[in-house]
Protein backbone atom coordinates (compact mmCIF):
# COMPACT_ATOMS: atom_id res chain seq x y z
CA UNK A 1 0.00 0.00 0.00
CA UNK A 2 1.71 3.35 -1.08
CA UNK A 3 2.39 5.46 1.89
CA UNK A 4 0.62 8.59 2.47
CA UNK A 5 3.50 10.67 1.56
CA UNK A 6 3.90 8.81 -2.05
CA UNK A 7 -0.03 9.86 -2.33
CA UNK A 8 0.80 13.80 -1.65
CA UNK A 9 3.68 13.73 -4.26
CA UNK A 10 1.35 11.83 -7.15
CA UNK A 11 -1.01 14.08 -6.11
CA UNK A 12 1.52 17.26 -6.74
CA UNK A 13 2.03 15.56 -9.77
CA UNK A 14 -1.10 15.43 -11.08
CA UNK A 15 -1.45 19.39 -9.82
CA UNK A 16 1.51 20.33 -12.25
CA UNK A 17 0.75 18.14 -14.80
CA UNK A 18 -2.76 19.90 -15.16
CA UNK A 19 -1.19 23.22 -14.58
CA UNK A 20 1.15 22.91 -17.07
CA UNK A 21 -1.15 21.52 -19.96
CA UNK A 22 -3.73 24.90 -18.77
CA UNK A 23 -0.63 26.95 -19.41
CA UNK A 24 0.01 25.49 -22.51
CA UNK A 25 -3.03 26.08 -23.93
CA UNK A 26 -3.07 29.95 -22.79
CA UNK A 27 -2.70 32.27 -25.48
CA UNK A 28 0.23 34.49 -25.97
CA UNK A 29 0.81 38.01 -27.31
CA UNK A 30 4.18 38.21 -29.77
CA UNK A 31 5.29 40.49 -31.91
CA UNK A 32 4.40 38.70 -35.54
CA UNK A 33 7.04 39.71 -38.20
CA UNK A 34 5.75 38.94 -41.74
CA UNK A 35 2.18 38.57 -40.86
CA UNK A 36 -0.22 37.12 -43.39
CA UNK A 37 -3.76 37.27 -44.25
CA UNK A 38 -7.06 34.97 -44.45
CA UNK A 39 -9.68 36.21 -46.47
CA UNK A 40 -12.81 34.20 -48.07
CA UNK A 41 -16.45 33.93 -48.48
CA UNK A 42 -19.10 31.95 -47.06
CA UNK A 43 -21.93 31.63 -49.40
CA UNK A 44 -25.39 29.31 -49.99
CA UNK A 45 -25.52 26.65 -52.58
CA UNK A 46 -29.34 25.65 -54.02
CA UNK A 47 -32.45 27.04 -52.84
CA UNK A 48 -32.41 29.61 -50.35
CA UNK A 49 -35.00 28.54 -47.40
CA UNK A 50 -37.87 30.90 -46.48
CA UNK A 51 -37.40 33.15 -44.02
CA UNK A 52 -38.18 32.16 -40.39
CA UNK A 53 -40.44 34.82 -39.04
CA UNK A 54 -42.75 35.50 -35.59
CA UNK A 55 -45.62 37.52 -36.01
CA UNK A 56 -45.14 41.19 -33.47
CA UNK A 57 -47.53 40.94 -31.18
CA UNK A 58 -46.13 43.23 -28.34
CA UNK A 59 -45.00 46.41 -27.87
CA UNK A 60 -46.36 47.25 -31.44
CA UNK A 61 -45.22 50.63 -31.58
CA UNK A 62 -42.12 50.34 -30.61
CA UNK A 63 -40.88 47.15 -31.77
CA UNK A 64 -42.45 47.09 -35.19
CA UNK A 65 -42.19 51.10 -36.37
CA UNK A 66 -42.33 49.97 -40.12
CA UNK A 67 -45.15 48.00 -39.92
CA UNK A 68 -44.06 44.59 -41.34
CA UNK A 69 -46.46 42.69 -39.31
CA UNK A 70 -43.53 40.05 -38.46
CA UNK A 71 -39.85 40.07 -37.55
CA UNK A 72 -37.11 38.27 -39.66
CA UNK A 73 -35.64 35.70 -36.54
CA UNK A 74 -31.99 36.43 -38.32
CA UNK A 75 -31.05 33.00 -37.73
CA UNK A 76 -30.30 32.42 -41.96
CA UNK A 77 -29.67 35.58 -43.79
CA UNK A 78 -28.78 35.31 -47.09
CA UNK A 79 -27.97 38.64 -49.60
CA UNK A 80 -28.60 38.28 -52.98
CA UNK A 81 -25.05 36.97 -54.17
CA UNK A 82 -26.08 34.13 -51.70
CA UNK A 83 -23.45 35.31 -49.44
CA UNK A 84 -24.40 34.15 -45.81
CA UNK A 85 -24.07 36.77 -43.07
CA UNK A 86 -23.53 36.06 -39.29
CA UNK A 87 -20.94 33.39 -39.94
CA UNK A 88 -17.70 33.09 -37.15
CA UNK A 89 -14.89 31.96 -38.77
CA UNK A 90 -11.84 31.41 -37.09
CA UNK A 91 -8.61 30.00 -36.02
CA UNK A 92 -8.02 26.79 -33.93
CA UNK A 93 -5.57 26.05 -31.53
CA UNK A 94 -3.79 29.02 -32.16
CA UNK A 95 -1.14 29.45 -29.44
CA UNK A 96 0.80 32.94 -29.78
CA UNK A 97 0.33 36.10 -31.83
CA UNK A 98 -0.84 39.31 -32.27
CA UNK A 99 -2.84 41.24 -29.27
CA UNK A 100 -6.44 41.44 -28.47
CA UNK A 101 -8.55 43.74 -30.95
CA UNK A 102 -11.68 42.64 -32.06
CA UNK A 103 -13.71 45.27 -33.19
CA UNK A 104 -15.50 47.05 -29.86
CA UNK A 105 -18.84 47.34 -31.72
CA UNK A 106 -19.44 43.40 -31.62
CA UNK A 107 -18.44 43.91 -27.63
CA UNK A 108 -21.30 46.45 -27.12
CA UNK A 109 -25.34 44.75 -27.27
CA UNK A 110 -27.87 47.43 -28.11
CA UNK A 111 -31.75 46.52 -27.32
CA UNK A 112 -33.32 48.53 -30.41
CA UNK A 113 -36.65 48.02 -31.99
CA UNK A 114 -36.96 45.16 -29.95
CA UNK A 115 -33.96 43.16 -31.91
CA UNK A 116 -30.61 42.64 -30.61
CA UNK A 117 -27.86 44.95 -32.69
CA UNK A 118 -25.42 43.12 -33.27
CA UNK A 119 -26.69 39.71 -33.55
CA UNK A 120 -23.41 38.50 -33.50
CA UNK A 121 -20.88 39.09 -30.07
CA UNK A 122 -17.46 38.51 -29.89
CA UNK A 123 -16.21 39.28 -26.16
CA UNK A 124 -12.47 38.91 -25.54
CA UNK A 125 -12.15 35.97 -22.25
CA UNK A 126 -12.05 37.94 -19.21
CA UNK A 127 -13.44 41.08 -20.46
CA UNK A 128 -16.43 42.79 -20.46
CA UNK A 129 -20.04 42.96 -22.13
CA UNK A 130 -21.70 46.26 -22.73
CA UNK A 131 -25.38 46.28 -23.05
CA UNK A 132 -28.10 48.82 -23.19
CA UNK A 133 -31.52 49.08 -24.41
CA UNK A 134 -32.82 52.02 -26.46
CA UNK A 135 -36.86 51.39 -26.15
CA UNK A 136 -39.01 53.04 -23.70
CA UNK A 137 -39.97 49.53 -22.75
CA UNK A 138 -39.31 46.97 -20.51
CA UNK A 139 -36.53 44.03 -22.24
CA UNK A 140 -34.63 41.31 -20.18
CA UNK A 141 -31.49 40.28 -21.55
CA UNK A 142 -31.68 35.93 -20.36
CA UNK A 143 -28.44 34.72 -20.90
CA UNK A 144 -27.57 30.66 -20.99
CA UNK A 145 -24.30 28.73 -21.79
CA UNK A 146 -20.99 30.06 -20.95
CA UNK A 147 -22.59 32.19 -19.02
CA UNK A 148 -26.36 32.94 -16.89
CA UNK A 149 -27.29 36.10 -16.65
CA UNK A 150 -31.49 37.65 -16.21
CA UNK A 151 -30.78 41.39 -16.82
CA UNK A 152 -33.55 43.44 -16.95
CA UNK A 153 -33.56 47.08 -18.57
CA UNK A 154 -36.87 48.87 -17.36
CA UNK A 155 -35.66 52.09 -18.60
CA UNK A 156 -33.78 53.15 -21.74
CA UNK A 157 -30.08 54.10 -22.44
CA UNK A 158 -29.07 52.42 -19.68
CA UNK A 159 -25.81 50.62 -19.94
CA UNK A 160 -24.62 47.86 -17.54
CA UNK A 161 -21.60 45.47 -17.97
CA UNK A 162 -21.10 42.16 -17.19
CA UNK A 163 -17.62 40.26 -17.48
CA UNK A 164 -17.15 37.38 -19.43
CA UNK A 165 -15.47 34.96 -17.64
CA UNK A 166 -15.68 31.66 -19.28
CA UNK A 167 -14.88 30.80 -22.96
CA UNK A 168 -17.87 29.50 -25.35
CA UNK A 169 -21.13 30.04 -26.54
CA UNK A 170 -23.86 32.09 -24.96
CA UNK A 171 -27.43 32.26 -25.88
CA UNK A 172 -29.34 35.65 -26.06
CA UNK A 173 -33.20 35.87 -25.19
CA UNK A 174 -36.05 37.89 -23.73
CA UNK A 175 -38.62 37.41 -21.37
CA UNK A 176 -40.36 39.80 -21.58
CA UNK A 177 -42.43 38.60 -24.65
CA UNK A 178 -40.66 39.50 -26.83
CA UNK A 179 -40.11 36.06 -28.51
CA UNK A 180 -38.31 36.62 -31.91
CA UNK A 181 -35.15 38.20 -30.23
CA UNK A 182 -32.42 36.02 -30.28
CA UNK A 183 -28.65 36.55 -30.49
CA UNK A 184 -25.40 34.80 -29.83
CA UNK A 185 -21.85 35.81 -27.80
CA UNK A 186 -19.14 34.01 -28.26
CA UNK A 187 -16.55 34.54 -25.64
CA UNK A 188 -13.01 33.95 -27.12
CA UNK A 189 -9.65 33.54 -26.04
CA UNK A 190 -7.76 34.81 -28.98
CA UNK A 191 -7.73 37.85 -31.88
CA UNK A 192 -7.98 35.92 -34.60
CA UNK A 193 -11.90 35.88 -35.30
CA UNK A 194 -14.16 36.95 -37.87
CA UNK A 195 -17.93 37.33 -38.25
CA UNK A 196 -19.08 37.41 -42.56
CA UNK A 197 -20.42 40.71 -43.36
CA UNK A 198 -23.89 40.87 -45.33
CA UNK A 199 -22.00 39.44 -48.36
CA UNK A 200 -20.41 36.76 -46.72
CA UNK A 201 -16.82 37.97 -46.82
CA UNK A 202 -14.50 37.90 -44.29
CA UNK A 203 -10.88 38.79 -43.35
CA UNK A 204 -8.36 37.78 -40.75
CA UNK A 205 -5.19 39.63 -40.70
CA UNK A 206 -1.86 39.61 -38.47
CA UNK A 207 -1.39 35.66 -38.97
CA UNK A 208 1.67 34.40 -38.07
CA UNK A 209 2.83 32.41 -41.00
CA UNK A 210 2.32 28.61 -40.80
CA UNK A 211 -0.27 26.08 -40.88
CA UNK A 212 -3.58 26.18 -39.06
CA UNK A 213 -7.03 24.91 -39.05
CA UNK A 214 -9.64 27.85 -40.34
CA UNK A 215 -13.27 26.89 -38.65
CA UNK A 216 -16.47 28.28 -39.45
CA UNK A 217 -19.11 28.05 -37.28
CA UNK A 218 -22.81 29.06 -37.90
CA UNK A 219 -26.19 29.15 -35.59
CA UNK A 220 -28.62 26.74 -36.20
CA UNK A 221 -30.94 28.34 -38.64
CA UNK A 222 -34.24 25.55 -38.62
CA UNK A 223 -36.88 26.17 -36.06
CA UNK A 224 -37.46 22.60 -34.57
CA UNK A 225 -40.53 22.97 -31.83
CA UNK A 226 -41.82 26.18 -29.85
CA UNK A 227 -41.59 26.11 -26.18
CA UNK A 228 -43.50 27.65 -23.51
CA UNK A 229 -41.85 29.84 -21.04
CA UNK A 230 -42.87 32.25 -18.59
CA UNK A 231 -43.42 36.22 -19.66
CA UNK A 232 -42.40 38.10 -16.35
CA UNK A 233 -44.29 41.08 -17.50
CA UNK A 234 -47.56 39.42 -18.23
CA UNK A 235 -47.29 36.56 -15.43
CA UNK A 236 -48.56 34.15 -18.52
CA UNK A 237 -47.05 31.32 -20.20
CA UNK A 238 -45.87 32.06 -24.09
CA UNK A 239 -44.93 30.12 -26.41
CA UNK A 240 -41.13 30.38 -28.18
CA UNK A 241 -39.23 29.26 -31.45
CA UNK A 242 -36.27 26.66 -30.39
CA UNK A 243 -33.57 25.87 -33.17
CA UNK A 244 -31.47 23.30 -34.03
CA UNK A 245 -27.91 22.85 -32.91
CA UNK A 246 -25.16 24.81 -34.46
CA UNK A 247 -22.72 23.67 -36.67
CA UNK A 248 -19.46 24.16 -37.46
CA UNK A 249 -16.74 22.98 -40.56
CA UNK A 250 -13.16 23.23 -40.70
CA UNK A 251 -10.34 23.24 -43.31
CA UNK A 252 -6.52 23.56 -43.49
CA UNK A 253 -4.99 26.56 -44.17
CA UNK A 254 -1.23 27.55 -44.68
CA UNK A 255 -0.16 31.35 -44.04
CA UNK A 256 2.70 32.65 -45.64
CA UNK A 257 4.84 35.84 -44.61
CA UNK A 258 2.93 38.32 -46.66
CA UNK A 259 1.12 36.32 -48.46
CA UNK A 260 -3.03 35.84 -48.57
CA UNK A 261 -4.78 33.18 -48.09
CA UNK A 262 -8.43 32.28 -49.30
CA UNK A 263 -11.05 29.92 -47.92
CA UNK A 264 -14.05 29.70 -49.81
CA UNK A 265 -17.20 27.73 -47.73
CA UNK A 266 -20.54 26.49 -49.28
CA UNK A 267 -23.54 25.93 -47.13
CA UNK A 268 -26.28 24.22 -48.35
CA UNK A 269 -29.43 22.89 -46.58
CA UNK A 270 -27.91 19.01 -46.48
CA UNK A 271 -24.36 19.63 -46.29
CA UNK A 272 -21.53 22.04 -46.73
CA UNK A 273 -18.41 22.18 -49.08
CA UNK A 274 -15.29 23.79 -49.04
CA UNK A 275 -12.41 24.66 -51.23
CA UNK A 276 -9.31 26.49 -50.06
CA UNK A 277 -6.58 28.44 -51.78
CA UNK A 278 -3.56 30.23 -51.58
CA UNK A 279 -1.99 33.22 -52.79
Same mark, same amino acid.
Given at each position: ????????????? *????????????????????????????????????????? !??????????????? !?? &???????????? *??? !?? *?????????????????????????????????? /?????????????????????????????? #?? #???????????????????????? *?????? /??????????????????????????????????????????????? /??????????? #????????????????????? &? #???????????????
Amino acid at each position: MPSPRACWLAVVA *VCLLLSTSAAAQTYRTIKVDDPGTITGTVKWSGVVPAASTV !TINKDVSVCDPQSAK !TR &DLERLVIGPNKG *VAN !TV *VYLKNIEAGKAMDLPPARRTLNQKSCRYEPHILL /VPQNDKLAIKSSDPILHTVHMSGAATYNLP #FP #FPDTQVERQMSQPGIIELRCNAGH *VWMNGI /VMVVTHPYYAVTDASGNFRIDGVPPGQYVLVAWHEGWQTQVQAGFYD /VLSQTRISRPV #FSADSTWEKPVNVTGGGTATV &D #FILSEGKAKLSASTH
